[in-house]
């Protein structure tokens, strides 16, 4: 065997020994895509929730404020009829 064929010999061991390395890291890399758009989705549905709910609740404050003011008048207007009369 002669210079050429030993260099060809050790790269086509060396290639057949990477393949695989690179084959593994690629497909890592393709797992770690997809585990992170799951992570960004969970995370978008959280952020939605969240929103959903402090709406809701800034509603519900709005609302109570609401009767609260009502309530206020009622007793503005009792006093004044009370005391005016």
Same mark, same amino acid.
Not at 1 to 13: F, G, K, V, Y
Not at 42 to 53: D, E
């Given at each position: 065997?002669?210079? &050429?064929?030993?260099?060809?010999?050790?790269?086509?061991?060396?290639?057949?020994?990477?393949?695989?390395?690179?084959?593994?890291?690629?497909? &890592?890399?393709?797992?770690?895509? &997809?585990?992170? =758009?799951?992570?960004?989705?969970?995370?978008?549905?959280?952020?939605?929730?969240?929103? =959903?709910?402090?709406?809701?609740?800034?509603?519900?404050?709005?609302?109570? &404020?609401?009767?609260?003011?009502?309530?206020?008048?009622?007793?503005?207007?009792?006093?004044?009829?009370?005391?005016?009369?």
């Amino acid at each position: 065997m002669d210079a &050429e064929e030993r260099t060809s010999a050790a790269l086509d061991a060396l290639d057949r020994q990477i393949r695989p390395e690179l084959a593994a890291w690629w497909k &890592e890399g393709a797992d770690l895509a &997809e585990q992170y =758009k799951a992570d960004a989705s969970k995370l978008q549905k959280r952020r939605t929730a969240l929103a =959903k709910r402090t709406a809701s609740i800034r509603s519900a404050l709005r609302s109570e &404020e609401r009767k609260l003011g009502a309530a206020v008048v009622r007793l503005l207007k009792t006093l004044h009829r009370v005391f005016c009369w």
